[in-house]
């Protein structure tokens, strides 16, 4: 509400700058805009999770950030699903811990989390990201999360991945 109550300020305040035809148009788009998110957002599924996380693809990397202007890549995990009504832990470490456990790669949907090994070691959680994909044979998956690079879509078939991957945990159980 805080969002939307700063945004009909700006809204008045630019009524006053420009002819009352040009800024009840831009009023009625950013309203049609906020109408169609929170329409998005209201029943999250992994579908709605991934689209959401997609429009961040190219971000930047920003330690210890969780914002459009820059994420890690719990912060991007935490953010996405807070855009979606759900509650994340900030920590990739303690959103292992979220959720119910996946056992198989072959039972991996949309928008669950998936969980790799840090760069410093491979055996404790270091990073996470959102699957967006599961190849048909059910042996690897695609993900996006916020690389060094910035926020990326890759493959568990890739060697530094698949050599790190350590779990994965379902956030939305789907109907």
């Known amino acids: 509400m805080k969002v939307r109550n700063a945004i009909f300020i700006v809204v008045a305040a630019l009524s006053m700058v420009f002819t009352t035809s040009s800024a009840a148009i831009f009023r009625s788009t950013l309203i049609g805009t906020i109408e169609t998110a929170s329409q998005v957002y209201d029943d999250p599924t992994g579908e709605t999770i991934v689209k959401t996380a997609l429009q961040y693809l190219g971000t930047k ?21 807070k855009l979606n009504n759900v509650h994340l832990t900030r920590s990739s470490r303690s959103q292992f811990t979220e959720g119910t456990p996946i056992m198989s790669i072959s039972n991996l949907r ?12 491979s055996n404790s959680v270091g990073h996470v990201g959102i699957v967006t994909d599961v190849a048909d044979n059910g042996q690897s998956f695609k993900f996006v999360h916020a690389a060094r690079t910035g926020v990326q879509v890759d493959s568990s078939n890739q060697a530094y991945y698949s050599r790190r991957y350590i779990g ?8």
Not at 112 to 121: Q, T, Y
Not at 168 to 175: G, H, L, T, V
């Open 61 to 81: 990397y920003r330690s210890g950030r969780s914002g459009p202007g820059g994420f890690d890549c719990s912060g991007l995990t935490s953010y996405v699903y």
């Open 110 to 121: 949309k928008g669950d989390l998936v969980f790799f090994g840090g760069s410093r070691s």
């Open 168 to 175: 994965a945990r379902r956030i939305i159980d789907e109907k």
